[in-house]
């Protein structure tokens, strides 16, 4: 079935901070094909790159820091890096790692990658060595582009690189108008990584057509609207929420990037959005939630639109927002999808209290809820969401055995769709429950995949690389509650060392995938058929306050001097559940992560009334150094 969203907004006015002098026309774009199915597919005058053509060229379309790009400029780029791409050999299905940090130039590189025809792969720079070179290997990229030099900045041993900077130099002559290659809505735009079951990531392989149709269905959905708007990216590359925002410059939106400091601190945020004039932010419930308190109706452009997505949302987060729609302060709309299905597959807006959902299926998708022996569900009853149509993916890269087993032949599809019959649908692995009206409530997983601040992922792949390291025998995780009560991966391990265990995955996995505790146990509980039983593993560290153990890792609590050290000392305790802090301990080694880096942040200055930014808490880990920080802050703040 197919439902609409019970919203639909008109039309937000431009920003008066967005009215950017117009000067120069934008080029003219070949005929292209305006009949119902190219437009359906992708392709055609629907193609992003032809929409982005058209965007007014003196308008701005990035900002970056200090660096400014007009669409002219970003098109005369992007047209120059595509023209050296070609020179390269590189065309549609070819596949260009771009191990860039966010910044002007990723958004060049990424269009100009486009417009040769070609697909990017975004490697975020900040994820482990092994990382960045087990992407570049497993997608077989055709070439990688680096921030420094072709030979240091490659992250796979024999992988072509170059250099962003010889693909972005301004051409000697007069520059070529702005010509993307002809592609069909199947020719492959993206692939992005996701954390992979079987201990492995895996690539989600998108057509360019899904990513067309996904920027339309945002625009028909109310949540793209208006002229000239400013939309963060708040996004890392490497997660698919980042297309959602950077498809924004096709309808002549301006692209402002926010760096990995403002983004981690919410007061810092709050005050970008008002800085720069932002009118919409993509954010996950995590950030949201400290973001609200900080946010006013006197600030910048309201109301703000907020796209809420990546976990769940609590009943109390919910009507927080629900209540800042009826002052008029933003319009949340909560977007559900797995990267899969390009990005978003259901909104609903957050504009009533009650209970949390996911809204209704975007246009772009059909939805199936089925039961164990794939029949639909009805009204009140609850199933597997598995969704069908054109923004399906195309798979997994060089997985065809994991594709087959998760794309499924469309049990309802009829020659009325727009695929036809004969189609594939996405098993999710997700549960909802039906609501009369059409809508899905969302409740939970239905095997080892969660979703944590944002991040998908797949516990089996931690359990993998825990039993890599020399010594563990057995290990288990699970998505439960640390000691303050903030959500964590716990991993339970039957041999090995919790500091080498710790080491061992942060040298492996993104920081996200690390867990927050490591609990040795001597062995597991089963169940009546041998296997591990999951369902036995505590939810809930208990902290060593609590069972009166001491704290794994934890220094001597001796040798604490000064206010600002037995100040973070107390506060570490109530954060991280710690039953003994010392000055040489080390605040992520003692699990803590970036929620628990806000709280520390939060209580510092409540008690202190001293402006700590929470990069100070990732500058100066040891307590030591962040109190010694602290005092010199106390210090200016006092002179």
Avoid at 24 to 50: I, N, Q, R, Y
Avoid at 250 to 277: K, Y
Avoid at 608 to 622: N, Q
């Amino acid at each position: 079935m197919t439902a609409v969203l019970p919203e639909r907004p008109t039309a937000a006015p431009a920003s008066p901070a967005s009215s950017v002098a117009e000067t120069s026309s934008a080029p003219s774009v070949s005929e292209a094909c305006a009949c119902g199915a190219c437009a359906a597919a992708g392709t055609g005058a629907a193609d992003l790159l032809a929409r982005f053509a058209t965007a007014p060229g003196g308008r701005t379309a990035v900002v970056a820091g200090d660096a400014r790009l007009t669409f002219d400029e970003l098109r005369a780029g992007a047209a120059a890096f595509a023209a050296r791409l070609t020179a390269l050999g590189i065309g549609p299905e070819s596949v260009v790692a771009l191990c860039l940090p966010r910044g002007a130039a990723l958004v060049t590189a990424i269009i100009g990658t486009l417009t040769a025809g070609a697909a990017y792969l975004p490697v975020d720079p900040a994820l482990p060595a092994d990382r960045r070179r087990y992407l570049v290997e497993d997608s077989g990229a055709d070439l990688v582009v680096v921030d420094g030099g072709a030979t240091d900045g490659s992250p796979a041993p024999g992988a072509r690189a170059v250099p962003v900077a010889e693909l972005t130099a301004a051409p000697g002559d007069a520059p070529a108008p702005y010509t993307p290659a002809p592609v069909t809505g199947d020719t492959l735009a993206y692939v992005i990584y996701t954390s992979g079951s079987t201990g492995r990531p895996k690539g989600v392989e998108i057509g360019r057509g899904s990513a067309s149709l996904l920027l339309k269905e945002l625009e028909d959905a109310g949540a793209a609207t208006g002229e000239g708007r400013r939309v963060g990216w708040n996004a890392s590359p490497s997660f698919d929420a980042s297309v959602q925002q950077w498809t924004r410059l096709c309808r002549g939106d301006t692209l402002v990037m926010i760096d990995e400091e403002t983004r981690r601190d919410p007061s810092l945020l709050a005050a970008f959005v008002d800085e720069q004039a932002l009118t919409d932010l993509d954010i996950t419930p995590s950030h949201a939630d400290p973001l609200l308190d900080l946010l006013s109706t006197d600030g910048g452009p309201r109301p703000l639109t907020l796209l809420v997505g990546g976990e769940a949302i609590s009943p109390a987060l919910w009507d927080r927002l629900a209540a800042a729609h009826r002052t008029g302060l933003l319009r949340a709309l909560n977007v559900y999808g797995p990267t899969e299905c390009t990005v978003d597959a259901t909104a609903g807006w957050i504009d009533a209290p009650g209970e949390p959902h996911i809204g209704a299926v975007l246009p772009g998708l059909r939805m199936r809820l089925l039961d164990e022996k794939l029949a639909p569900v009805g009204p009140g009853e609850s199933g597997e969401l598995y969704l069908a149509g054109p923004r399906v993916g195309r798979g997994y890269r060089r997985r065809p055995g994991l594709t087959a087993e998760r794309f499924v032949p469309d049990v309802a599809a009829t020659a009325d769709d727009a695929d036809g019959p004969g189609g594939r649908m996405y098993r999710t692995g997700d549960r909802c429950r039906l609501l009369p009206d059409g809508r899905l409530v969302y409740l939970g997983r239905a095997d080892g995949q969660v979703k944590l601040r944002g991040h998908r992922i797949e516990l089996p792949e931690i359990e993998a690389a825990l039993t890599r390291v020399d010594g563990v025998a057995e290990a288990a995780v699970i998505l439960g509650e640390d000691a303050g009560g903030t959500a964590s991966l716990i991993a339970y391990h039957r041999g090995g060392d919790a500091t080498a265990l710790r080491a061992a995955l942060s040298a492996d996995l993104p920081a996200y995938m690390v867990p927050s505790a490591f609990v040795a146990v001597d062995r597991f509980a089963t169940t009546p058929s041998g296997k591990l039983d999951r369902s036995a593993l505590p939810t809930r560290v208990a902290s060593p306050a609590e069972t009166g153990a001491p704290t794994a890792g934890a220094e001597d609590t001796g040798g604490l001097e000064g206010r600002a050290e037995e100040l973070i000392a107390r506060v570490w305790t109530q954060v991280l559940g710690a039953a003994s802090i010392g000055p040489d301990d080390n605040f992520f080694k003692l699990g803590g992560h970036s929620l628990l880096a806000i709280k520390l942040v939060s209580r510092v200055r409540a008690e202190l009334s001293v402006a700590l930014p929470v990069k100070a808490v990732y500058a100066h880990p040891r307590l030591r150094d962040l109190a010694a920080h602290i005092e010199e802050l106390l210090a200016a703040r006092d002179a």
